[in-house]
């Protein structure tokens, strides 16, 4: 498969799957413009990424701010001469149940995951509808089967799943396409936990009452169905939400 000629905003590129795509996208041959706060990290990425087939341009942005997006969209039409593709990944978590979490952080979760998908798709509208491009944007499956003292992180994941199906309707009239990928469980900064423990909870059987595949997620499963919506193959696609989770979803319930 080859994206050779794409032009791709990631936004949350400074670590995780958001990183992981970047570097997918770009061995395809696609132009992407790797957007967050932490510039330093979006540097050292564009400078691992140096040699490969396509281009990475780091642009440093704080994607729930209007005129920080409209930074965005400018500084890709003018690396890559438009845009095809917006991947809304950017996003945050902060957990606790809802006597203990905090309305500044409960609005700070919404802002980041929610207010930023409508801010940048906003931002993007224009090239997109010369484009008839994509929106993509990162749900969860936490969605479906919501952990315990999670609820503000699985609300706000909510809304941007049924923004989606909404906005795909809308915007289908411009041929703009939008769809959600749900990512099960990865290890990432976000979650807070590494591969390796991972591995070891399923070594030892302890994570199989969650997902039916043993095997650990990885950031490029989800960088993999980014690709795919990007290319050829998503072209009739729209108002889709497609899990990468290993069959998380399943509520698999071997502890009964
Ligand atoms: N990992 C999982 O298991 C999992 C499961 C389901 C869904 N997801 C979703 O997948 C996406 C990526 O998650 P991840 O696991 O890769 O998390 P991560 O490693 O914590 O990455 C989050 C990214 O979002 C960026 N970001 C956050 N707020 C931002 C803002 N205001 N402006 C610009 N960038 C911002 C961060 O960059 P800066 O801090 O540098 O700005 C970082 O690059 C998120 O939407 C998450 O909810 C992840």
């Not at 920080?68 to 845009?83: I, L, P, W």
């Not at 509808?129 to 969860?140: M, Q, T």
């Not at 807070?192 to 595949?213: D, S």
Request: charged share 20%; with cysteine.
């Amino acid at each position: 498969m080859s994206l050779a000629g794409r032009r791709i905003i990631v936004t949350g590129a400074s670590s995780g799957l958001g990183a992981a795509t970047v570097r997918h996208l770009a061995g395809l041959g696609a132009g992407v413009l790797a957007v967050a706060r932490r510039g330093d990290r979006l540097e050292r990425l564009a400078h691992d990424l140096a040699d490969a087939p396509g281009r990475v341009v780091p642009f440093r942005a704080d994607v729930t701010l209007d005129v920080d997006a409209r930074a965005m969209v400018a500084a890709a039409a003018e690396a890559f001469g438009g845009v095809d593709v917006l991947v809304n990944n950017a996003g945050s978590e902060v957990q606790g149940p809802i006597d203990a979490l905090s309305d500044a952080d409960f609005e700070g979760m919404f802002r980041a995951n929610v207010v930023s998908v409508v801010v940048c798709t906003r931002a993007a509208l224009g090239e997109l509808r010369v484009s008839r491009g994509a929106v993509i944007n990162l749900g969860s499956t936490v969605v479906s089967r919501p952990p315990r003292g999670r609820f503000g992180y699985v609300a706000s994941k909510g809304a941007v799943e049924a923004m989606s199906r909404a906005l795909a309707l809308d915007l289908g009239r411009d041929g703009i396409r939008v769809n959600v990928i749900r990512p099960g469980i990865i290890p990432s900064e976000l979650r807070g936990m590494t591969e390796e423990a991972e591995r070891a909870k399923l070594a030892t059987g302890v994570a199989f009452g969650r997902q039916a595949l043993s095997a650990v997620g990885d950031a490029r499963d989800v960088a993999e169905a980014v690709a795919w919506l990007c290319g050829a193959g998503g072209r009739w696609v729209t108002g889709a939400v497609i899990d990468v989770d290993g069959g998380f979803t399943l509520g698999a319930a071997d502890v009964l």
